[in-house]
Protein backbone atom coordinates (compact mmCIF):
# COMPACT_ATOMS: atom_id res chain seq x y z
CA UNK A 1 0.00 0.00 0.00
CA UNK A 2 2.94 2.00 0.89
CA UNK A 3 3.95 2.13 -2.92
CA UNK A 4 0.38 1.92 -4.02
CA UNK A 5 0.02 5.25 -2.29
CA UNK A 6 3.60 7.08 -3.73
CA UNK A 7 2.69 5.68 -7.37
CA UNK A 8 -1.16 7.01 -6.83
CA UNK A 9 -0.43 10.66 -5.49
CA UNK A 10 3.59 10.99 -6.61
CA UNK A 11 2.45 14.31 -9.07
CA UNK A 12 1.11 15.79 -5.93
CA UNK A 13 3.69 15.37 -3.38
CA UNK A 14 6.28 15.91 -5.79
CA UNK A 15 4.84 19.21 -5.75
CA UNK A 16 4.14 19.82 -2.59
CA UNK A 17 7.89 18.61 -1.53
CA UNK A 18 9.02 21.47 -4.40
CA UNK A 19 7.03 24.15 -2.89
CA UNK A 20 8.02 22.90 0.60
CA UNK A 21 11.56 23.96 -0.80
CA UNK A 22 11.10 26.16 -2.41
CA UNK A 23 10.07 28.42 0.99
CA UNK A 24 12.65 26.97 2.89
CA UNK A 25 14.77 28.64 0.84
CA UNK A 26 13.62 31.85 1.19
CA UNK A 27 13.08 31.55 4.79
CA UNK A 28 16.47 30.87 4.64
CA UNK A 29 17.78 33.51 2.51
CA UNK A 30 15.54 36.18 3.78
CA UNK A 31 16.05 34.62 7.41
CA UNK A 32 20.04 35.89 7.16
CA UNK A 33 19.98 39.21 5.53
CA UNK A 34 17.41 40.20 8.11
CA UNK A 35 19.53 38.66 10.88
CA UNK A 36 22.07 40.85 9.07
CA UNK A 37 20.41 43.74 9.25
CA UNK A 38 18.65 43.09 12.67
CA UNK A 39 22.10 42.80 14.16
CA UNK A 40 23.69 45.69 12.20
CA UNK A 41 21.13 48.18 13.78
CA UNK A 42 21.16 47.42 17.22
CA UNK A 43 18.10 45.68 17.25
CA UNK A 44 19.26 42.17 17.93
CA UNK A 45 20.78 43.63 20.80
CA UNK A 46 17.64 44.93 21.83
CA UNK A 47 15.73 41.90 22.55
CA UNK A 48 18.90 39.92 23.56
CA UNK A 49 18.01 42.48 26.57
CA UNK A 50 14.30 41.29 26.48
CA UNK A 51 13.65 45.24 26.37
CA UNK A 52 10.25 46.48 24.90
CA UNK A 53 12.20 47.47 21.83
CA UNK A 54 8.98 48.63 19.82
CA UNK A 55 9.20 52.17 18.94
CA UNK A 56 12.66 52.72 18.95
CA UNK A 57 14.18 53.69 15.37
CA UNK A 58 16.12 50.12 15.52
CA UNK A 59 12.56 48.78 15.36
CA UNK A 60 11.37 50.86 12.55
CA UNK A 61 14.57 50.66 10.56
CA UNK A 62 14.12 46.41 10.56
CA UNK A 63 10.33 46.91 9.74
CA UNK A 64 11.44 48.68 6.86
CA UNK A 65 13.95 46.36 5.59
CA UNK A 66 11.75 43.32 5.80
CA UNK A 67 8.90 45.28 3.84
CA UNK A 68 10.71 46.92 1.25
CA UNK A 69 14.13 44.86 0.95
CA UNK A 70 14.26 41.44 2.24
CA UNK A 71 11.55 40.34 -0.59
CA UNK A 72 12.81 42.25 -3.11
CA UNK A 73 9.58 45.02 -2.54
CA UNK A 74 6.70 45.08 -0.59
CA UNK A 75 4.81 43.39 -3.33
CA UNK A 76 6.81 40.13 -3.06
CA UNK A 77 6.41 39.99 0.75
CA UNK A 78 2.39 40.44 1.05
CA UNK A 79 2.32 37.86 -2.29
CA UNK A 80 4.67 35.20 0.24
CA UNK A 81 2.48 35.73 3.35
CA UNK A 82 -1.09 35.20 1.00
CA UNK A 83 0.75 32.05 -0.31
CA UNK A 84 1.73 30.67 2.92
CA UNK A 85 -1.85 31.60 3.96
CA UNK A 86 -3.07 29.78 1.13
CA UNK A 87 -1.70 26.68 1.60
CA UNK A 88 -2.70 24.01 3.99
CA UNK A 89 -6.26 25.12 1.12
CA UNK A 90 -3.92 24.09 -1.68
CA UNK A 91 -3.52 20.83 0.52
CA UNK A 92 -6.92 20.13 0.94
CA UNK A 93 -8.34 20.83 -2.56
CA UNK A 94 -5.46 19.21 -4.60
CA UNK A 95 -4.66 16.30 -2.66
CA UNK A 96 -7.43 15.54 -0.50
CA UNK A 97 -10.40 16.66 -3.17
CA UNK A 98 -9.01 14.15 -5.67
CA UNK A 99 -8.56 11.21 -3.47
CA UNK A 100 -11.49 9.43 -3.68
CA UNK A 101 -13.11 11.57 -6.12
CA UNK A 102 -10.78 10.63 -8.75
CA UNK A 103 -11.42 7.10 -8.08
CA UNK A 104 -15.08 7.42 -8.67
CA UNK A 105 -15.14 9.16 -11.73
CA UNK A 106 -12.73 7.21 -13.66
CA UNK A 107 -14.36 4.23 -12.09
CA UNK A 108 -11.41 2.87 -10.63
CA UNK A 109 -12.62 2.29 -6.99
CA UNK A 110 -14.58 -0.49 -9.12
CA UNK A 111 -10.86 -2.28 -9.60
CA UNK A 112 -9.40 -0.76 -6.09
CA UNK A 113 -12.22 -1.98 -3.86
CA UNK A 114 -12.53 -5.85 -5.39
CA UNK A 115 -8.72 -6.88 -4.58
CA UNK A 116 -7.92 -8.64 -1.67
CA UNK A 117 -7.37 -5.33 0.46
CA UNK A 118 -10.63 -4.18 1.88
CA UNK A 119 -11.86 -1.19 1.43
CA UNK A 120 -11.65 0.39 4.87
CA UNK A 121 -7.96 -0.45 5.24
CA UNK A 122 -7.34 1.00 1.72
CA UNK A 123 -8.60 4.29 2.80
CA UNK A 124 -7.13 4.17 6.68
CA UNK A 125 -3.51 3.35 4.80
CA UNK A 126 -3.95 6.10 1.87
CA UNK A 127 -5.27 8.82 4.52
CA UNK A 128 -2.67 7.63 7.66
CA UNK A 129 0.33 8.07 4.73
CA UNK A 130 -0.84 11.04 3.02
CA UNK A 131 -1.61 12.81 6.73
CA UNK A 132 1.85 11.35 8.02
CA UNK A 133 3.90 13.05 5.07
CA UNK A 134 2.33 16.23 5.41
CA UNK A 135 2.72 16.50 9.01
CA UNK A 136 6.17 15.67 8.83
CA UNK A 137 6.22 18.60 6.15
CA UNK A 138 4.09 21.10 7.95
CA UNK A 139 6.55 20.03 10.80
CA UNK A 140 9.39 20.89 9.07
CA UNK A 141 8.13 24.19 7.83
CA UNK A 142 6.72 25.05 11.14
CA UNK A 143 10.54 24.68 12.78
CA UNK A 144 11.77 26.98 9.98
CA UNK A 145 9.42 29.69 10.63
CA UNK A 146 10.48 29.39 14.45
CA UNK A 147 13.80 30.17 13.74
CA UNK A 148 12.90 33.07 10.99
CA UNK A 149 10.21 34.39 12.87
CA UNK A 150 12.42 35.89 16.02
CA UNK A 151 13.49 38.96 14.68
CA UNK A 152 10.38 39.61 12.35
CA UNK A 153 7.60 39.11 14.69
CA UNK A 154 9.19 41.73 17.14
CA UNK A 155 9.53 43.97 14.06
CA UNK A 156 6.54 44.04 12.22
CA UNK A 157 3.28 41.51 12.79
CA UNK A 158 3.67 41.34 16.60
CA UNK A 159 2.50 38.29 18.49
CA UNK A 160 -1.00 38.15 17.45
CA UNK A 161 -0.75 39.21 13.90
CA UNK A 162 -2.55 37.49 11.72
CA UNK A 163 0.27 35.84 10.17
CA UNK A 164 2.36 35.41 12.96
CA UNK A 165 -0.70 33.57 14.41
CA UNK A 166 -2.01 31.76 11.55
CA UNK A 167 1.21 30.60 9.34
CA UNK A 168 4.04 31.12 11.34
CA UNK A 169 3.06 29.10 14.41
CA UNK A 170 2.29 25.44 15.51
CA UNK A 171 -1.32 25.77 14.06
CA UNK A 172 -0.29 26.01 10.45
CA UNK A 173 -0.04 22.27 10.98
CA UNK A 174 -3.67 21.13 12.43
CA UNK A 175 -4.89 23.52 9.45
CA UNK A 176 -2.93 21.86 6.94
CA UNK A 177 -4.27 17.71 8.13
CA UNK A 178 -7.89 19.10 8.50
CA UNK A 179 -7.67 20.29 5.41
CA UNK A 180 -6.60 17.57 3.93
CA UNK A 181 -9.03 15.29 5.28
CA UNK A 182 -11.60 18.11 4.53
CA UNK A 183 -11.06 16.92 1.14
CA UNK A 184 -10.81 13.59 1.02
CA UNK A 185 -14.27 13.82 2.78
CA UNK A 186 -15.93 15.94 0.79
CA UNK A 187 -14.41 14.16 -2.33
CA UNK A 188 -15.66 10.74 -0.92
CA UNK A 189 -19.28 12.20 -0.19
CA UNK A 190 -19.65 14.39 -3.36
CA UNK A 191 -17.98 12.08 -5.46
CA UNK A 192 -16.97 14.36 -8.08
CA UNK A 193 -13.18 16.54 -8.26
CA UNK A 194 -14.24 19.97 -8.70
CA UNK A 195 -17.58 20.45 -6.71
CA UNK A 196 -15.45 18.86 -3.96
CA UNK A 197 -12.76 21.17 -4.72
CA UNK A 198 -15.32 23.90 -4.53
CA UNK A 199 -17.05 22.66 -1.31
CA UNK A 200 -13.84 22.23 0.59
CA UNK A 201 -12.52 25.67 -0.54
CA UNK A 202 -15.13 27.24 0.77
CA UNK A 203 -16.03 25.25 3.85
CA UNK A 204 -12.09 25.66 5.17
CA UNK A 205 -12.04 29.44 4.19
CA UNK A 206 -15.95 30.21 6.27
CA UNK A 207 -14.31 28.28 9.05
CA UNK A 208 -10.88 29.81 9.45
CA UNK A 209 -12.90 33.24 9.01
CA UNK A 210 -15.57 31.99 11.46
CA UNK A 211 -13.03 31.15 14.37
CA UNK A 212 -10.43 33.60 13.58
CA UNK A 213 -12.98 36.80 13.81
CA UNK A 214 -15.23 35.50 15.91
CA UNK A 215 -14.14 33.04 18.77
CA UNK A 216 -10.54 32.99 18.81
CA UNK A 217 -10.30 36.09 21.03
CA UNK A 218 -12.28 34.76 23.33
CA UNK A 219 -11.27 30.96 23.86
CA UNK A 220 -10.86 32.39 27.56
CA UNK A 221 -12.18 35.15 28.91
CA UNK A 222 -10.39 37.91 27.97
CA UNK A 223 -8.84 40.42 31.13
CA UNK A 224 -10.34 43.55 31.81
CA UNK A 225 -7.29 46.79 33.25
CA UNK A 226 -9.30 49.86 34.47
CA UNK A 227 -6.53 52.63 34.33
CA UNK A 228 -7.02 55.84 36.18
CA UNK A 229 -6.33 59.30 34.53
CA UNK A 230 -2.61 59.82 34.40
CA UNK A 231 -1.39 56.55 35.46
CA UNK A 232 1.21 54.90 34.11
CA UNK A 233 0.19 51.34 34.03
CA UNK A 234 -0.86 49.33 30.68
CA UNK A 235 -1.43 46.11 29.50
CA UNK A 236 1.48 43.96 28.82
CA UNK A 237 3.57 44.79 25.86
CA UNK A 238 2.31 42.41 22.91
CA UNK A 239 -1.02 41.75 24.63
CA UNK A 240 -3.94 41.26 22.17
CA UNK A 241 -6.16 44.14 23.17
CA UNK A 242 -9.83 43.74 22.40
CA UNK A 243 -11.27 47.04 23.06
CA UNK A 244 -10.00 50.39 24.73
CA UNK A 245 -12.59 52.67 25.63
CA UNK A 246 -13.33 55.80 27.99
CA UNK A 247 -15.85 55.50 30.49
CA UNK A 248 -16.74 57.78 33.81
CA UNK A 249 -16.71 55.77 37.18
CA UNK A 250 -18.90 57.65 39.99
CA UNK A 251 -18.20 56.96 43.62
CA UNK A 252 -18.83 53.66 44.30
CA UNK A 253 -17.06 52.70 41.17
CA UNK A 254 -19.91 52.08 39.01
CA UNK A 255 -20.25 52.94 34.97
CA UNK A 256 -22.36 55.42 34.92
CA UNK A 257 -22.85 58.72 32.22
CA UNK A 258 -22.11 62.58 33.12
CA UNK A 259 -24.96 64.34 34.49
CA UNK A 260 -25.26 66.95 32.21
CA UNK A 261 -25.06 69.41 35.00
CA UNK A 262 -21.54 68.12 36.15
CA UNK A 263 -20.44 68.49 32.44
CA UNK A 264 -21.96 71.88 32.21
CA UNK A 265 -20.68 73.91 35.52
CA UNK A 266 -16.78 71.53 34.83
CA UNK A 267 -16.51 73.14 30.96
CA UNK A 268 -17.19 76.59 32.30
CA UNK A 269 -14.19 76.13 34.80
CA UNK A 270 -12.02 75.74 32.04
CA UNK A 271 -10.06 79.28 30.78
CA UNK A 272 -8.70 79.81 27.34
CA UNK A 273 -5.52 80.60 27.90
CA UNK A 274 -4.50 76.78 29.45
CA UNK A 275 -2.79 74.23 27.84
CA UNK A 276 -4.03 70.95 26.84
CA UNK A 277 -3.06 69.22 29.72
CA UNK A 278 -3.97 71.99 31.99
CA UNK A 279 -7.57 71.90 29.96
CA UNK A 280 -7.70 67.94 31.16
CA UNK A 281 -6.12 68.63 34.54
CA UNK A 282 -8.44 71.15 35.98
CA UNK A 283 -11.65 69.44 34.33
CA UNK A 284 -10.67 66.01 35.89
CA UNK A 285 -10.07 67.80 39.40
CA UNK A 286 -13.72 69.22 38.70
CA UNK A 287 -15.16 65.77 37.87
CA UNK A 288 -13.44 64.20 40.83
CA UNK A 289 -14.82 66.98 43.74
CA UNK A 290 -18.23 66.14 42.05
CA UNK A 291 -17.59 62.62 42.85
CA UNK A 292 -16.93 61.43 39.25
CA UNK A 293 -13.70 59.78 37.46
CA UNK A 294 -12.39 59.36 33.95
CA UNK A 295 -10.89 56.23 33.36
CA UNK A 296 -9.59 54.03 30.06
CA UNK A 297 -10.96 50.42 30.33
CA UNK A 298 -9.17 48.19 28.19
CA UNK A 299 -9.96 44.16 27.65
CA UNK A 300 -7.32 42.25 26.86
CA UNK A 301 -6.18 38.79 26.20
CA UNK A 302 -2.32 38.72 27.80
CA UNK A 303 0.43 37.46 25.71
CA UNK A 304 1.20 34.40 27.83
CA UNK A 305 -1.78 32.87 26.55
CA UNK A 306 -0.73 32.65 23.18
CA UNK A 307 0.66 29.03 23.16
CA UNK A 308 -2.10 28.29 24.79
CA UNK A 309 -4.59 30.05 22.22
CA UNK A 310 -2.60 27.74 19.94
CA UNK A 311 -3.29 24.70 21.62
CA UNK A 312 -7.09 25.72 21.78
CA UNK A 313 -7.22 26.20 18.04
CA UNK A 314 -4.77 23.32 17.18
CA UNK A 315 -7.57 21.04 19.85
CA UNK A 316 -10.54 22.58 17.65
CA UNK A 317 -9.64 21.55 14.46
CA UNK A 318 -7.70 18.54 15.45
CA UNK A 319 -11.55 17.47 16.30
CA UNK A 320 -12.84 18.97 13.60
CA UNK A 321 -10.05 16.27 11.19
CA UNK A 322 -11.15 13.32 13.70
CA UNK A 323 -14.67 13.81 12.77
CA UNK A 324 -14.31 14.00 9.19
CA UNK A 325 -11.98 10.75 8.97
CA UNK A 326 -14.83 9.04 11.38
CA UNK A 327 -17.45 9.93 8.54
CA UNK A 328 -15.50 9.18 5.48
CA UNK A 329 -14.26 5.85 7.08
CA UNK A 330 -18.14 5.09 7.86
CA UNK A 331 -18.92 6.31 4.07
CA UNK A 332 -16.88 4.26 2.29
CA UNK A 333 -17.18 0.94 5.14
CA UNK A 334 -20.90 1.20 5.43
CA UNK A 335 -22.64 3.76 3.41
CA UNK A 336 -21.40 3.59 0.25
CA UNK A 337 -22.14 -0.09 -0.73
CA UNK B 1 -21.60 -28.93 -5.50
CA UNK B 2 -21.21 -25.41 -4.02
CA UNK B 3 -22.81 -22.45 -5.87
CA UNK B 4 -20.51 -19.76 -6.90
CA UNK B 5 -23.47 -17.38 -6.79
CA UNK B 6 -26.44 -17.47 -4.69
CA UNK B 7 -29.35 -14.88 -4.70
CA UNK B 8 -32.41 -15.15 -2.57
CA UNK B 9 -34.95 -12.32 -3.65
CA UNK B 10 -32.64 -9.71 -3.97
CA UNK B 11 -33.07 -6.08 -4.50
CA UNK B 12 -31.66 -2.93 -5.31
CA UNK B 13 -33.28 0.28 -4.93
CA UNK B 14 -31.84 3.89 -6.01
CA UNK B 15 -34.74 6.54 -4.81
CA UNK B 16 -37.58 5.19 -6.39
CA UNK B 17 -36.22 3.22 -8.97
CA UNK B 18 -35.27 -0.56 -8.31
CA UNK B 19 -32.25 -1.61 -10.45
CA UNK B 20 -32.87 -4.98 -9.77
CA UNK B 21 -36.26 -6.75 -7.56
CA UNK B 22 -36.70 -10.33 -6.42
CA UNK B 23 -33.68 -11.74 -7.94
CA UNK B 24 -33.59 -15.79 -6.88
CA UNK B 25 -30.27 -17.33 -8.32
CA UNK B 26 -27.97 -19.97 -7.97
CA UNK B 27 -25.18 -20.21 -10.72
CA UNK B 28 -23.83 -23.79 -10.31
CA UNK B 29 -19.46 -23.73 -10.16
CA UNK B 30 -18.17 -24.76 -13.33
CA UNK B 31 -19.81 -23.25 -15.93
CA UNK B 32 -19.26 -20.02 -18.20
CA UNK B 33 -22.34 -18.34 -17.31
CA UNK B 34 -23.63 -15.58 -20.12
CA UNK B 35 -25.90 -12.91 -18.46
CA UNK B 36 -27.49 -11.93 -20.74
CA UNK B 37 -30.33 -8.96 -20.78
CA UNK B 38 -30.74 -5.57 -22.67
CA UNK B 39 -29.60 -2.20 -21.26
CA UNK B 40 -30.41 -1.25 -17.89
CA UNK B 41 -31.90 -4.33 -17.21
CA UNK B 42 -29.89 -4.86 -13.77
CA UNK B 43 -26.99 -6.79 -14.70
CA UNK B 44 -24.41 -4.19 -13.65
CA UNK B 45 -26.41 -4.13 -10.45
CA UNK B 46 -26.29 -7.84 -9.83
CA UNK B 47 -23.09 -8.26 -10.58
CA UNK B 48 -21.95 -4.96 -8.11
CA UNK B 49 -23.84 -6.79 -5.68
CA UNK B 50 -21.89 -9.95 -6.42
CA UNK B 51 -18.81 -8.10 -6.21
CA UNK B 52 -19.70 -6.48 -2.44
CA UNK B 53 -19.49 -2.85 -3.98
CA UNK B 54 -22.96 -2.31 -3.57
CA UNK B 55 -25.36 -3.77 -0.73
CA UNK B 56 -28.30 -4.95 -0.92
CA UNK B 57 -31.86 -2.84 -0.66
CA UNK B 58 -33.49 -6.47 0.54
CA UNK B 59 -32.67 -9.77 0.19
CA UNK B 60 -29.22 -11.61 0.12
CA UNK B 61 -26.58 -12.55 -1.94
CA UNK B 62 -23.46 -15.33 -1.07
CA UNK B 63 -21.17 -15.25 -3.46
CA UNK B 64 -18.29 -18.73 -3.54
CA UNK B 65 -21.08 -19.25 -0.74
CA UNK B 66 -20.41 -16.28 1.72
CA UNK B 67 -21.27 -12.67 2.06
CA UNK B 68 -19.61 -10.22 -0.13
CA UNK B 69 -20.26 -7.55 2.06
CA UNK B 70 -19.06 -9.10 5.39
CA UNK B 71 -16.22 -11.41 4.49
CA UNK B 72 -14.93 -8.74 1.78
CA UNK B 73 -11.33 -10.40 1.88
CA UNK B 74 -12.01 -13.30 1.74
CA UNK B 75 -14.70 -13.67 -0.90
CA UNK B 76 -12.85 -10.78 -3.25
CA UNK B 77 -9.16 -12.44 -3.05
CA UNK B 78 -10.56 -15.27 -4.87
CA UNK B 79 -12.15 -13.47 -7.62
CA UNK B 80 -11.18 -12.02 -10.42
CA UNK B 81 -13.53 -8.71 -11.44
CA UNK B 82 -13.33 -7.23 -14.90
CA UNK B 83 -15.69 -3.70 -14.15
CA UNK B 84 -17.57 -2.29 -17.03
CA UNK B 85 -15.31 -0.08 -19.60
CA UNK B 86 -12.11 -1.96 -17.58
CA UNK B 87 -10.77 0.74 -15.58
CA UNK B 88 -7.18 1.04 -15.01
CA UNK B 89 -5.03 3.89 -13.71
CA UNK B 90 -4.53 5.67 -16.70
CA UNK B 91 -1.30 7.45 -15.64
CA UNK B 92 0.12 4.39 -14.75
CA UNK B 93 2.53 2.23 -16.80
CA UNK B 94 1.69 -1.29 -17.71
CA UNK B 95 4.23 -2.68 -15.40
CA UNK B 96 2.91 -0.41 -12.48
CA UNK B 97 -0.13 -1.94 -12.90
CA UNK B 98 1.21 -5.13 -12.30
CA UNK B 99 3.23 -3.90 -9.47
CA UNK B 100 -0.07 -2.31 -7.79
CA UNK B 101 -2.05 -5.75 -7.94
CA UNK B 102 0.80 -7.57 -6.72
CA UNK B 103 0.65 -5.23 -3.93
CA UNK B 104 -3.03 -5.36 -3.48
CA UNK B 105 -3.36 -9.01 -3.12
CA UNK B 106 -1.77 -12.10 -1.33
CA UNK B 107 -1.96 -14.30 -4.50
CA UNK B 108 -0.12 -12.76 -7.82
CA UNK B 109 1.20 -14.70 -10.26
CA UNK B 110 2.91 -11.67 -11.76
CA UNK B 111 5.04 -14.14 -14.58
CA UNK B 112 1.95 -15.23 -16.04
CA UNK B 113 0.85 -12.04 -16.60
CA UNK B 114 4.33 -10.84 -18.25
CA UNK B 115 4.34 -14.07 -20.48
CA UNK B 116 1.20 -13.23 -21.93
CA UNK B 117 1.38 -9.63 -22.10
CA UNK B 118 4.58 -10.01 -24.29
CA UNK B 119 2.89 -12.81 -26.02
CA UNK B 120 0.01 -10.05 -27.07
CA UNK B 121 2.48 -7.42 -27.61
CA UNK B 122 1.55 -5.35 -25.21
CA UNK B 123 4.59 -3.05 -23.97
CA UNK B 124 5.32 -2.71 -20.37
CA UNK B 125 6.35 0.46 -20.54
CA UNK B 126 3.52 2.26 -22.23
CA UNK B 127 1.04 4.36 -20.23
CA UNK B 128 -2.29 2.39 -20.16
CA UNK B 129 -4.32 5.75 -20.88
CA UNK B 130 -2.57 5.47 -23.96
CA UNK B 131 -2.73 1.60 -25.09
CA UNK B 132 -6.06 0.76 -27.68
CA UNK B 133 -9.46 -0.10 -26.37
CA UNK B 134 -8.67 -3.67 -27.24
CA UNK B 135 -5.05 -3.80 -25.21
CA UNK B 136 -6.91 -1.88 -22.01
CA UNK B 137 -9.52 -4.79 -21.98
CA UNK B 138 -6.63 -7.57 -22.46
CA UNK B 139 -4.83 -6.16 -19.41
CA UNK B 140 -7.98 -5.72 -17.56
CA UNK B 141 -8.02 -9.43 -17.89
CA UNK B 142 -4.47 -10.37 -17.02
CA UNK B 143 -4.98 -8.17 -13.81
CA UNK B 144 -8.25 -10.29 -12.84
CA UNK B 145 -6.19 -13.41 -13.94
CA UNK B 146 -2.76 -12.56 -11.74
CA UNK B 147 -4.66 -13.29 -8.48
CA UNK B 148 -5.04 -16.82 -9.75
CA UNK B 149 -8.67 -16.73 -8.91
CA UNK B 150 -11.65 -19.28 -9.17
CA UNK B 151 -14.16 -17.16 -10.35
CA UNK B 152 -13.86 -14.64 -13.20
CA UNK B 153 -16.46 -12.17 -13.11
CA UNK B 154 -16.84 -10.20 -16.65
CA UNK B 155 -19.16 -6.99 -17.10
CA UNK B 156 -19.84 -6.20 -20.19
CA UNK B 157 -15.83 -7.22 -20.86
CA UNK B 158 -16.78 -6.48 -25.30
CA UNK B 159 -19.17 -3.41 -24.80
CA UNK B 160 -16.99 -0.99 -26.01
CA UNK B 161 -14.52 -2.43 -28.49
CA UNK B 162 -14.40 -2.74 -31.89
CA UNK B 163 -15.10 -5.95 -33.70
CA UNK B 164 -11.60 -6.79 -34.15
CA UNK B 165 -10.41 -6.39 -30.60
CA UNK B 166 -13.96 -8.09 -29.60
CA UNK B 167 -12.59 -11.09 -31.44
CA UNK B 168 -8.87 -11.01 -29.74
CA UNK B 169 -10.26 -10.63 -26.38
CA UNK B 170 -12.56 -13.33 -27.13
CA UNK B 171 -9.97 -15.45 -28.39
CA UNK B 172 -7.65 -14.25 -25.07
CA UNK B 173 -10.73 -15.51 -22.79
CA UNK B 174 -11.21 -18.57 -24.12
CA UNK B 175 -7.80 -19.87 -24.07
CA UNK B 176 -7.36 -18.77 -20.30
CA UNK B 177 -10.66 -20.39 -19.22
CA UNK B 178 -9.90 -23.87 -20.92
CA UNK B 179 -5.99 -22.90 -19.19
CA UNK B 180 -7.16 -22.76 -15.35
CA UNK B 181 -10.67 -24.22 -15.89
CA UNK B 182 -12.45 -21.38 -14.04
CA UNK B 183 -15.90 -20.78 -13.68
CA UNK B 184 -16.85 -17.38 -15.16
CA UNK B 185 -19.54 -14.95 -14.99
CA UNK B 186 -19.95 -12.59 -18.53
CA UNK B 187 -22.68 -10.00 -18.97
CA UNK B 188 -23.63 -8.52 -22.48
CA UNK B 189 -26.40 -7.06 -24.07
CA UNK B 190 -25.19 -8.93 -27.09
CA UNK B 191 -26.49 -12.74 -27.28
CA UNK B 192 -23.91 -13.69 -30.23
CA UNK B 193 -21.10 -12.23 -28.27
CA UNK B 194 -21.93 -14.97 -25.49
CA UNK B 195 -23.31 -17.99 -27.52
CA UNK B 196 -19.88 -19.18 -28.54
CA UNK B 197 -18.90 -20.00 -25.36
CA UNK B 198 -20.98 -19.86 -22.92
CA UNK B 199 -22.88 -23.48 -21.77
CA UNK B 200 -24.90 -21.34 -18.57
CA UNK B 201 -27.40 -18.77 -19.50
CA UNK B 202 -29.21 -15.71 -17.22
CA UNK B 203 -31.93 -13.83 -18.57
CA UNK B 204 -32.25 -10.70 -16.60
CA UNK B 205 -34.83 -8.38 -18.41
CA UNK B 206 -37.38 -5.71 -16.47
CA UNK B 207 -34.81 -5.84 -13.24
CA UNK B 208 -36.06 -9.34 -12.88
CA UNK B 209 -35.00 -13.22 -13.64
CA UNK B 210 -36.43 -15.10 -16.29
CA UNK B 211 -33.68 -17.60 -16.86
CA UNK B 212 -31.16 -19.48 -15.11
CA UNK B 213 -30.25 -22.59 -16.85
CA UNK B 214 -27.78 -24.64 -19.09
CA UNK B 215 -27.78 -23.93 -22.67
CA UNK B 216 -27.96 -27.43 -23.24
CA UNK B 217 -31.53 -27.67 -20.78
CA UNK B 218 -33.13 -24.37 -23.00
CA UNK B 219 -32.09 -25.90 -26.67
CA UNK B 220 -33.70 -28.80 -25.52
CA UNK B 221 -36.83 -27.71 -23.75
CA UNK B 222 -37.77 -24.70 -26.61
CA UNK B 223 -38.78 -25.68 -29.88
CA UNK B 224 -39.38 -24.15 -33.33
CA UNK B 225 -42.67 -25.25 -34.91
CA UNK B 226 -43.85 -24.80 -37.87
CA UNK B 227 -47.32 -25.43 -39.35
CA UNK B 228 -50.68 -23.96 -39.82
CA UNK B 229 -51.87 -20.68 -37.97
CA UNK B 230 -55.72 -22.44 -37.31
CA UNK B 231 -53.82 -25.02 -35.08
CA UNK B 232 -52.07 -22.44 -32.66
CA UNK B 233 -54.97 -22.28 -30.77
CA UNK B 234 -54.94 -25.77 -30.01
CA UNK B 235 -51.18 -26.53 -29.38
CA UNK B 236 -51.25 -23.28 -27.02
CA UNK B 237 -53.79 -25.61 -24.82
CA UNK B 238 -50.99 -27.94 -23.79
CA UNK B 239 -47.52 -25.97 -24.57
CA UNK B 240 -46.15 -22.52 -23.31
CA UNK B 241 -45.86 -20.31 -26.67
CA UNK B 242 -43.36 -17.48 -26.52
CA UNK B 243 -43.10 -16.16 -29.52
CA UNK B 244 -45.86 -16.37 -32.62
CA UNK B 245 -44.62 -14.86 -35.70
CA UNK B 246 -47.03 -15.34 -38.70
CA UNK B 247 -46.81 -15.23 -42.78
CA UNK B 248 -50.52 -15.85 -44.11
CA UNK B 249 -51.66 -19.27 -43.02
CA UNK B 250 -48.13 -20.40 -42.29
CA UNK B 251 -47.10 -19.72 -38.63
CA UNK B 252 -43.93 -20.22 -36.59
CA UNK B 253 -43.92 -20.63 -32.94
CA UNK B 254 -41.37 -20.29 -30.38
CA UNK B 255 -42.26 -23.10 -27.79
CA UNK B 256 -41.58 -23.94 -24.31
CA UNK B 257 -42.32 -27.42 -23.52
CA UNK B 258 -40.64 -30.59 -21.59
CA UNK B 259 -42.03 -33.41 -23.86
CA UNK B 260 -41.35 -34.45 -27.44
CA UNK B 261 -44.12 -33.07 -29.87
CA UNK B 262 -45.29 -35.91 -32.43
CA UNK B 263 -48.33 -34.24 -34.09
CA UNK B 264 -47.71 -34.31 -37.30
CA UNK B 265 -49.72 -31.31 -38.03
CA UNK B 266 -45.90 -29.57 -36.89
CA UNK B 267 -43.06 -29.98 -38.51
CA UNK B 268 -40.61 -29.57 -35.26
CA UNK B 269 -37.30 -27.76 -35.47
CA UNK B 270 -33.90 -26.76 -33.54
CA UNK B 271 -34.47 -23.21 -31.77
CA UNK B 272 -31.16 -21.16 -32.04
CA UNK B 273 -29.88 -20.00 -29.14
CA UNK B 274 -30.68 -16.03 -29.95
CA UNK B 275 -34.00 -16.86 -30.98
CA UNK B 276 -35.03 -18.03 -27.24
CA UNK B 277 -32.94 -15.26 -25.61
CA UNK B 278 -34.23 -12.47 -27.61
CA UNK B 279 -38.52 -14.11 -27.88
CA UNK B 280 -37.57 -14.23 -23.68
CA UNK B 281 -36.13 -10.45 -23.60
CA UNK B 282 -39.04 -9.32 -26.08
CA UNK B 283 -41.69 -10.70 -23.78
CA UNK B 284 -40.21 -8.75 -19.64
CA UNK B 285 -43.62 -10.23 -18.14
CA UNK B 286 -43.13 -13.89 -19.47
CA UNK B 287 -40.65 -16.18 -17.57
CA UNK B 288 -40.47 -20.59 -17.20
CA UNK B 289 -42.72 -20.22 -14.71
CA UNK B 290 -46.10 -18.31 -15.68
CA UNK B 291 -49.40 -20.01 -16.65
CA UNK B 292 -50.90 -20.60 -19.99
CA UNK B 293 -53.75 -18.49 -19.38
CA UNK B 294 -52.24 -15.59 -20.09
CA UNK B 295 -50.29 -17.18 -23.32
CA UNK B 296 -53.93 -18.11 -24.53
CA UNK B 297 -54.80 -14.47 -24.37
CA UNK B 298 -51.93 -13.37 -25.99
CA UNK B 299 -52.71 -15.73 -28.73
CA UNK B 300 -56.51 -14.83 -29.08
Not at chain 1, 321 to 329: E, G, N, R, S, W
Not at chain 2, 16 to 44: E, F, M, S
Not at chain 2, 193 to 214: G, H, K, N, P
Request: proline letters at 4%; hydrophobic letters at 45%; a neutral charge.
Amino acid sequence: MIWTTWRQHRTELLITGTVLLLVLLILLMTGITIAGESSRTGFAACLARQADCSLSPAQSAVENFIQNQAFGNSTFYTLFQLALLALPLAVGMFVGAHMVAREYEEGTYRLAWTQSISRSRWLLVKVALLMGLLLVASGILCAAFSWWKIPVVAATSGLWGSTNYDVWSIVAIPYTLFSLMLGICTGTLVRKTVPAMAITLVVFVILRVVIEVFWRSYFLPPLVMTIPVNSTIAPPPQALVLSDTQEILDRRGNQTSLPSSVKDSCSAQISRDETPQEVSDTYNQCLAMHGFQFVTVVVYQPPDRFWLFQAIESGIYLCLTAFLFALTFWWVKYRFI
Amino acid sequence: MVNVLEASSLGKRYGHKWALRDCTLQIPTGYIVGLVGPNGAGKTTLLHLAMGLLKPTQGTIRTLGADPVKNARQVLSRIGFVSQEHPLYKTFTVKDMLTWGGKMNLRWSEDMALKRLEHLGIPLRQQTGRLSGGQQAQLALLLALAKQPELLVLDEPMASLDPLARHEFQLLLKDVVVEYGLTVIISSHIVSDLERFCDYLVILSASRVQISSTVDQLLQSHKLLIGSYEKAKTIAQTQTILQTRRNAEQCTLLVQTQNLIVDPAWNVQAASLEDIVLAYLAQPTVSMQNNKEEQLEAIQ
